[in-house]
């Protein structure tokens, strides 16, 4: 009788370990890995916002990329030969001075300037309802939620 409950008593305890074990590998296969994401400046709802170590905040002084391309807080960069281009939402510039769409400048993905895009497409931005600062260019899920991502007005 004594056997059953030890031998009861570790395949509970054995069970327990397992079931622990598991959902800590699961919850930890859906974090963000924000290491991933470059360091940028983008427009968000209409202000500039410095991405860094994937934390967003707001741009709080004029800054020149590597390049030589300045950005003001205002959304304006005058790029490295002269243009002055007016920043959209959703756009961003990373630290060497080249623009794209924010969607594209995780450091795994090529760039979206590599792809032949339609501006119309470029245009289109979804964000979560729950977590604004998660923006895509296409519908799908928020990596945070699990929320659908709804199309910004």
Known sequence: MKNKITISTLFASMLIV??????????????TDHTKIKDC??????????MKDGKAMPMEKDMTMKNGT???TNGECIMKDGTTVKMKEGECIDMSGKMDKCSMMNKDMKSSTDNKTDNKEMAMIYNCPMHPEVTSD?????????MDLVEKK
């Open 18 to 31: 397992v079931v622990c074990f598991t959902t800590t590998s699961t919850f930890a296969q859906t974090k």
């Open 41 to 50: 400046y983008t427009m968000q709802d209409g202000k500039m916002m410095e």
């Open 70 to 72: 300045k950005c003001m």
């Open 138 to 146: 296409k519908p799908g899920k928020c990596p945070k939620c699990g």
